[in-house]
Structures are given as C-alpha cells and as structure tokens.
C-alpha cells in the first residue's frame, strides 16, 4: 500500500475495485465503513453485489474483464471535462501526453457498451473520485480537492492484464494527484498475512531482498559479498505456474514446496497433478499433510506460526514481530531450522567447506539481522526496534521513523510516469458450448485450500461443504432449485457441488470458492494465458456451464 489502515476512517472518497474487502480484509472493511458513516463516498466496481455495497454511495456492476474500459472511460471523462490536477501533472509526472492520446480512444459510451454500466454511473464516479467529493461533513483536510483513495485485490490482478490493470489504477492516482498526501494512494490489499514480508525478503523470480533485481550486477555482487558466496545467480527464475509447464516440458526434476499447496490452489489441477507425478523427487514442507503432500516422496513437519519466532510484514508495509503462543507438536520444526539444515548436509555431500558463520543461525533476531544488512528498505530495523508496534518500511537507518505515506515529496523513480494502457479482453470468452462466466475466490469462513480452516468444527458448522453461486435466471434456465446438486463444465474439467441461489452474482456469471476439495474450482480454471509480466493465471474468468445432472438426456 502506499498509504496506512487508519487512515482510512478519515477520507473523502474510497474507491473499491476487485476486492471483496468485507470478506476477505474485515478489519479493513471496518475502517471503510466508518469512512462512510463519517460521510465519505464509497464507490465499489465489481462483477459481485458484495456485502460492502450496503456501504457504498455507488456501485458499479461490471461484467467480468471489462472492467478496465471503466477505468478508461473514467479518465476520458476526467480529460475531457478538465478536472484533472494540472499542478501536479506538471510538477510530479512524465508521459501525460502519450496517455491523453491513448485515453481519447476510449469513450464513456463504449464502456458503457462493454461493461453493462450505466454512462451516468461512470461520469459521477469519475468526478466523485477526481475531486474527493464526500456525501456529507467536513473533510479534515483543508486542501483544495478531497482525498481519494483506491483499494484493489485479486479481481484485477488474477488476470492476463493484471499488470495493465494496476498501472491503469496508478495513472488514474496521478492524473488527480490523489497519491502522495494522507487518505489517498493506490492500495492494494494483500492476501496471506506475511505474503508481503515473502517479497520483501526476495522471494520472488526477480529480486533478491529489498527489491533488488537479480540482472543488476552492482546489486547482486554487493549481496553475495555479504553471504560470502563468490557469486549468485544473475537470471530470472520461473514463476509457479511457469515451473510446472517446465516440469512437463522435463525441464524440472524435483520440486521443494514449501507452505503452498498447488493441488487445491494452482489453475487446471489435472495439469498439476499429472506435473507432479512425473517428477523424480516432490519434498513437502508443511503443517498439515495436504493435497500436495499425498503426492510427495518426502514430507518434513513444519511449526505453524503461532508456534514460532519472527516477522510478519502486513498490507501497509508495517513489519511486526510475531511470538509463540504454543508448543510445536511432535517433530515439527520451525521452517528456518529445516532449510538450514538441509543447506548444511548438502554442503557436507557436495563436499563444500563451510564457514563458521554460513547458514547457522541461533534464532530468527540472526536472520533478520543479515536481511536488513542487504535490503536497505529493512536497514534501520531490528527486533529490538520491532517491539511494539513494529515499523514501515521504508526506514533506512537506526534513526528513522519509518513511512506511512510513499511518494510524499517524489517518487522512487523522481517523476512518476503514466503508463500507456490499452484495453485487453479476457483470454476465454463464453460461447454457445460454454455460455456462462466463472469467476473464483473467497468465502469469510474459510482459507484457501481449507488444510487450516476446514480442520476446524466451528467454521465447518458456518460452512459445512461446497457450493456454487448461481443467479435465479440461470439456475431457473436448466431447471435446477437452491440446494439442488448441479455440475459445473469447463474445457478443462468438471465439478459436482450443491447450487446456491444467490443475487450477488448477475445472470451469466456464477462463483465458485476454491476452498472446497470436493468441488475443487481449479479442475476448471485455465493456466494458458499468463499475465505477461507478472505471469499470474486468469483465475477470475473460465468460461463454463451448468448441467442438471437429474435433467432426462433427450438423444438425437
Ligand atoms: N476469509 C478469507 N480471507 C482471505 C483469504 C481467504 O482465503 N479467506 N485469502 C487471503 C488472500 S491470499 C488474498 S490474495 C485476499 C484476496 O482478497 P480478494 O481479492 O478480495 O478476494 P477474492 O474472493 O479473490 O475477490 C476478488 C473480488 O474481485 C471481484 N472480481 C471478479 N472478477 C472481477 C473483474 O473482472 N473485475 C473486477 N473489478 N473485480 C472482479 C470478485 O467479485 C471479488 O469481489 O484475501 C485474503 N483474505
Ligand atoms: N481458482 C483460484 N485459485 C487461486 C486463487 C483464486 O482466487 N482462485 N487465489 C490464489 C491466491 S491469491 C493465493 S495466495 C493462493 C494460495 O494458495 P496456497 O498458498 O497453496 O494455499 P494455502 O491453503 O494457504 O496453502 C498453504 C499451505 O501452507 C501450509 N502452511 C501454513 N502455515 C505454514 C507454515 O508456517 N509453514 C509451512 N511449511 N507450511 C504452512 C498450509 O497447511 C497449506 O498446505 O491460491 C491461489 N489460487
Ligand atoms: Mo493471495
């Protein structure tokens, strides 16, 4: 995020797009309706009637994928009427020409077209988020505009545009100069609760920790000189769903997974399986024996995380330590302890010397310590530091505060640069064969691949089993009633499950969970067209159809 939580509750316009805050960031999804009871806008765009609507001065339904010619459109208005922020356009930004001229191509009526949203619905949320406007109430801030601030998640990033999609929220931020100041920015809403420390740390094809490209060279050799390696590799690595296409491809052998589940969480699971039986040797690090670690030569019993030392990172860059509240059970070891010391017997085997200090560590405070000697974000941390309310990064020395707000006074780069952006349709259209729209995510109940949360007897009784969202239109279609077992086809596979009749969902789209490993989603998600830079599947668009599996088979 490039601002705080808490400053939320103060602004003067939250615009939401793919994300079901309330669901999935429920602590989050408080500040944001204490925002609107103090009289912000909420402005929400999304495929779903999510439970924040309720909130929400207005709601945008897109049709799934077509999202991005809102954002277009709203811009186009935003130009066109002059309510852009010529101030810090000039001061602040490069490239406004080049995304004038790429904006004026798309007008509010094609999105209108496209998207299914009303043309009055875009125009008020363009000037809405243009100025800050607010519903009622002073705002605090006593500058010119209000304060508009963007919050995304996985509905715009689970996409073959998924990159174009955040730089076109970026431009839009700029464009209105609502970046840089508080209770505005461009934030996204991270998923698992240290997902954010993983990056930071480099685990990432990439970069090494802080952010460092692994192509630069001054960068990498002053870290390997720190890890007291003669070198380190210098090519980007392949991504997950990239390694499994490498495995079919023989390209791979063997696989380390560690705290991830693939089977239940990666697209087209019949793809992944057949992966992951051919490889020579599968180890699984888990907690729990999961999906993936049925399938694996190895398993290694890990700690959980209420059973350990260390940091988490969280959503605003805040880094916090985090303490055991319970004794690890049996010969689960802390995930640290396991990596270390599989470094240290194959160095024994491959006959490498060590040095007294390589890859052995007392506690985490020691690990911590050698990542902010190499990642500058992290430099002026320390556990010692950490206590209390931890730090946000950045925070480069012993001194420093740390930072709430980004791009206070310049950006990373010095000016920041709008990006050309041109509209990009979903890889898999619906058709007569598959004519339905299949969207996947979340339900508050439970996590991912259920290994935590479908262990536990209360969440089972919320959330007992599977289900599809279906609108009443579509079940009515083929006959099927709420509750009534249905079968859901893609070109990649199929799912039985129970069906839900539900109006969050518009006739033509229907959501599944990718909780549920009796009606896994992804046997029917597609893994062929990757984001071109992040290389993320389009989990959030199959097209598919339903079936009534009592409905008569008429022959002929
Ligand atoms: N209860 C619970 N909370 C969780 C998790 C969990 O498993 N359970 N997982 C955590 C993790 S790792 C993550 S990444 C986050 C994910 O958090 P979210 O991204 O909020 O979760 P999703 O359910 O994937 O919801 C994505 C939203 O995008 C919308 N959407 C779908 N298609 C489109 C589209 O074409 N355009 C737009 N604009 N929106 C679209 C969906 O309707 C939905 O509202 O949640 C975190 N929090
Ligand atoms: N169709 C569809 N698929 C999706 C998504 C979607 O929206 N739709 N969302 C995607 C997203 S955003 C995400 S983040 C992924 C999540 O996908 P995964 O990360 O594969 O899902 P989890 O169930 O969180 O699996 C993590 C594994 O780690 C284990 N674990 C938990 N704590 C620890 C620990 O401390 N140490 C070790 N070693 N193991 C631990 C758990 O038991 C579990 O087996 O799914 C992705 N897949
Ligand atoms: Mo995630």
Not at 184 to 201: E, F, H, I, Y
Not at 228 to 246: F, K, R
């Given at each position: 995020m490039t601002n705080s939580i808490h400053e939320i509750r103060d602004g003067d316009c939250i615009f939401i797009t793919g994300s079901n805050t309330a669901v999935s960031h429920p602590v989050i999804s408080y500040e944001v309706v204490r925002a609107a009871k103090r009289g912000a806008n909420v402005i929400i765009v999304d495929p779903r009637r999510i439970p924040l609507v309720e909130n929400a001065t207005l709601f945008l339904q897109v049709k799934p994928g077509t999202d991005i010619y809102v954002f277009l459109a709203i811009m186009h208005i935003i130009i066109r009427e002059g309510w852009l922020d010529e101030a810090f356009i000039a001061e602040r930004t490069e490239g406004f020409e080049e995304l004038a001229a790429i904006v004026a191509e798309y007008s509010p009526e094609h999105a209108s077209l496209k998207s299914g949203v009303p043309m009055e619905q875009i125009e008020e949320a363009a000037r809405i988020y243009a100025f800050g406007e607010r519903v009622s109430g002073q705002s605090i801030y006593e500058s010119e505009r209000g304060h508009s601030a963007i919050f995304y998640a996985m509905g715009i990033t689970q996409r073959s545009n998924g990159t174009d999609m955040v730089k076109t929220l970026a431009n839009l931020?700029?464009?209105?100069?609502?970046?840089?100041?508080?209770?505005?920015?461009?934030?996204?809403?991270?998923?698992?609760?240290?997902?954010?420390?993983?990056?930071?740390?480099?685990g990432l094809v990439n970069v090494y920790p802080g952010y460092q490209q692994v192509t630069d060279d001054e960068k990498r050799?002053?870290?390997?000189?720190?890890?007291?390696?003669?070198?380190?590799?210098?090519?980007?690595?392949?991504?997950?769903?990239?390694?499994?296409?490498?495995?079919?491809?023989?390209?791979?052998?063997?696989?380390?997974?560690?705290?991830e589940n693939p089977m239940m969480s990666d697209p087209d699971t019949t793809q992944v399986e057949k992966a992951l039986r051919s490889l020579d040797f599968l180890l699984v690090q888990d907690i729990f024996p999961s999906e993936t670690a049925l399938l694996a030569h190895v398993i290694l019993p890990a700690a959980s995380s209420l059973e350990k030392d260390g940091t988490f990172t969280n959503t605003e860059r805040r880094v916090q330590l985090i303490h055991p509240v319970l004794p690890a059970p049996g010969e689960a070891r802390d995930d640290w302890q396991i990596t270390a010391e599989i470094a240290a017997r194959f160095d024994e085997k491959m006959g490498v010397a060590r040095e007294a200090d390589y890859w052995v560590y007392d506690a985490p405070a020691e690990i911590f310590a050698e990542s902010t000697a190499v990642a500058p974000i992290y430099g002026g941390m320390?556990?010692?530091?950490?206590?209390?309310?931890?730090?946000?990064?950045?925070?480069?020395?012993?001194?420093?505060?740390?930072?709430?707000?980004?791009?206070?006074?310049?950006?990373?780069?010095?000016?920041?640069?709008?990006?050309?952006?041109?509209?990009?349709?979903?890889?898999?259209?619906t058709d007569e064969e598959y004519p339905l729209i299949l969207t996947t995510g979340r339900?508050?109940?439970?996590?991912?691949?259920?290994?935590?949360?479908?262990?536990?007897?209360?969440?089972?009784?919320?959330?007992?089993?599977?289900?599809?969202?279906?609108?009443?239109?579509?079940?009515?279609?083929?006959?099927?009633?709420?509750?009534?077992?249905?079968v859901i086809k893609s070109r990649r596979g199929s799912v039985r499950t129970r069906l839900k009749i539900s109006e969050e969902v518009p006739p033509g789209t229907i959501f599944l969970a990718f909780h549920w490993r009796e009606a896994p989603a992804n046997r029917l998600t597609h893994d062929f067209a990757l984001d071109p830079i992040a290389k993320i599947p389009e989990y959030k668009i199959s097209a598919v159809r339903l079936e009534n599996p009592r409905a008569k088979r008429v022959k002929g």
């Open positions: 931020a700029m464009l209105c100069g609502q970046i840089g100041k508080p209770s505005t920015g461009v934030n996204p809403l991270r998923g698992q609760a240290n997902v954010q420390g993983a990056c930071d740390m480099g050799n002053k870290i390997a000189k720190k890890w007291q390696v003669d070198s380190l590799p210098g090519e980007v690595g392949l991504t997950i769903v990239e390694a499994m296409h490498a495995i079919g491809d023989g390209r791979i052998k063997a696989q380390y997974v560690m705290g320390s556990h010692e530091r950490l206590r209390g309310e931890g730090l946000q990064w950045p925070c480069p020395d012993g001194e420093h505060p740390g930072t709430p707000i980004l791009h206070v006074d310049k950006f990373a780069r010095g000016l920041g640069k709008f990006s050309p952006v041109r509209a990009n349709d979903p890889a898999e259209q339900v508050l109940y439970h996590y991912h691949s259920g290994t935590m949360t479908r262990r536990s007897g209360p969440l089972a009784w919320r959330e007992p089993r599977g289900y599809v969202e279906v609108n009443g239109a579509d079940a009515a279609a083929i006959g099927v009633a709420d509750n009534h077992a249905v």
